[in-house]
Each structure stands twice: as structure tokens, then as C-alpha cells.
């Protein structure tokens, strides 16, 4: 499957961004999919994820209450909504995806998207 996300950009810390992926082709009809970050000069790591059917989800301590993943299957879309972004959420977000994925930071996950920018000023 191929994934993109958008909706990365500028914001002051203590705002609130949406990031979108979309997901097209693949061959199976339902994707558990996971939202990572790698911020400038760190690898990348895992925030978020959200099972194939939607309805079981995970987030890291760090973003638990500020962030929230979900998914319109409709759509073949999932969301990632930040709030109350602080300046160490600075990162390149990355969407991934994997057939009937569970909501679980050990999942491996076998498509990726390409990344957006996230940027927070203090």
C-alpha cells in the first residue's frame, strides 16, 4: 500500500496540528496503521498506533492525552491530531501501515510514507 501524509507545518508551542495519511493500492481491504517520528539528529520512533478494525488504539507516555490517532476506512484515511504540541514534538512524521495490524508498539509494519514536517517554536 502507499502511503502520504500532509498536514505538517509551522506551529507556536502549546498549539494544534492534523496530520493525514492516505493510503492507496495494496492488496488487502483492512490496515492497522502507526504513526512514528524522527527528530533532527535521532532515529526514529514509534507514538502511535491504531488496530485494523478501528476500534483498539496505543500511544506512548509522552503523547498520551495530547495527541490522538484515528482512522475513516471509508476514506482509507487515518489521522494523527496534536494539541498542546511542545517544541521537543519537533520531528518528521512518518505514517506506516501493515494488513490487519494490531494497535501495538511492537507491530512491524511493511509500508511507509514518505514524511512530513513537524515544527514546533517555543
Do not use: H
Not at 3 to 22: I, K, M, P, Y
Not at 83 to 91: I, R, W
Not at 96 to 120: E, K, N
Request: net charge positive.
Amino acid at each position: 500500500v502507499q502511503l502520504v501524509e500532509s498536514g505538517g507545518g509551522l506551529v507556536q508551542a502549546g498549539g494544534s496540528l492534523r496530520l493525514s495519511c492516505v493510503a492507496s493500492g495494496g492488496a488487502s481491504s483492512f490496515y492497522g496503521f502507526a504513526w512514528f517520528r524522527q527528530p533532527p539528529g535521532k532515529e526514529r520512533d514509534f507514538i502511535a498506533a491504531i488496530n485494523w478494525s478501528g476500534d483498539s488504539t496505543y500511544y506512548i507516555d509522552s503523547v498520551k492525552g495530547r495527541f490522538t490517532i484515528s482512522g475513516d476506512s471509508a476514506k482509507r484515511t487515518v489521522y494523527l491530531q496534536m494539541n498542546s504540541l511542545k517544541p521537543e514534538d519537533t520531528a518528521v512524521y512518518y505514517c506506516a501501515a501493515v494488513p490487519y495490524g494490531s494497535a501495538s508498539r511492537f507491530q512491524r509494519f511493511d509500508s511507509w510514507g514518505q514524511g512530513t514536517q513537524v515544527t514546533v517554536s517555543s
